[in-house]
């Protein structure tokens, strides 16, 4: 079956400017998250969405990134003003449920770059 | 506060040779556990996970893992290293009370033919 899709799969862009990516989540899947990789890192969790709306956005760095799921399926994480620390690979996730212990499955990731 | 250490940024083993990936957490209750694959320009993918049923877990494609909490440890094992096994593979820790994960720096693993 199709998993989780992020478009693009890479974003080159100059600083100052403003970019959206994408994710399109498992069908059916309720629970949506996205994460930021840096190069050598971990993921870090940025926005949980359940349904419609943001349960827990306390990992978005600044008031620069917005996050939304306006029909419970598709977000597009918006960055506005970037800057070159904004350069990683950011990553969408979907579980069916968003109960605790779920697991969550992984797009391929967006690679933005700021120049 | 909870935190997961994966020792080895990188591990180099031969092809059909055991694998061993060390990771230790800590936490202040019983934690979820998990481990996470990622090949080049591929999605995350889940390995295996501890939810506090038996201590040592099964995963995909030959790996398990097993859950030490007198040494806080949660390492990641395989009997003979496959070529395909070359990735980066994260160690991850669940908080208590929420779904958000907390990612170790990730291990590098190499199979030398």
């Known amino acids: 079956g199709a998993g989780v899709s992020q478009t693009p799969s890479n974003k080159v862009t100059e600083k100052g400017k403003y970019v959206e990516l994408r994710c399109d989540p498992i069908s059916g899947h309720t629970a949506l998250y996205w994460y930021r990789q840096s190069l050598g890192q971990g993921p870090e969790f940025l926005i949980y969405?359940?349904?419609?709306?943001?349960?827990?956005d306390s990992g978005l760095p600044n008031d620069r990134f917005f996050a939304v799921r306006p029909e419970g399926s598709v977000s597009t994480l918006k960055i506005q003003r970037t800057e070159r620390g904004d350069s990683a690979v950011y990553l969408c996730a979907s579980s069916p449920s968003g109960q605790f212990q779920e697991t969550q499955y992984f797009g391929p990731g967006t690679r933005l770059l700021v120049l | 506060a909870q935190s997961v250490t994966q020792l080895d940024s990188h591990v180099s083993v031969s092809e059909g040779t055991p694998v061993l990936l060390r990771c230790n957490y800590s936490?202040?209750?019983?934690?979820?556990l998990f481990w996470y694959v990622q090949h080049p320009n591929k999605g995350l993918q889940l390995l295996l996970k501890?939810?506090?049923?038996a201590t040592l877990v099964k995963g995909i494609n030959g790996f398990e893992a097993e859950f030490k909490k007198s040494e806080t440890s949660f390492h990641l094992t395989k009997p003979s290293a496959h070529m395909s096994d070359a990735a980066e593979y994260f160690c991850?820790?669940?908080?208590?009370?929420?779904?958000?994960?907390?990612w170790g720096a990730g291990t590098k693993l190499i199979i030398k033919p």
């Open positions: 501890y939810t506090s049923a």
């Open positions: 936490s202040s209750y019983s934690p979820s």
């Open positions: 969405f359940q349904g419609t709306g943001a349960a827990d």
């Open positions: 991850v820790v669940s908080r208590d009370s929420n779904y958000q994960l907390i």
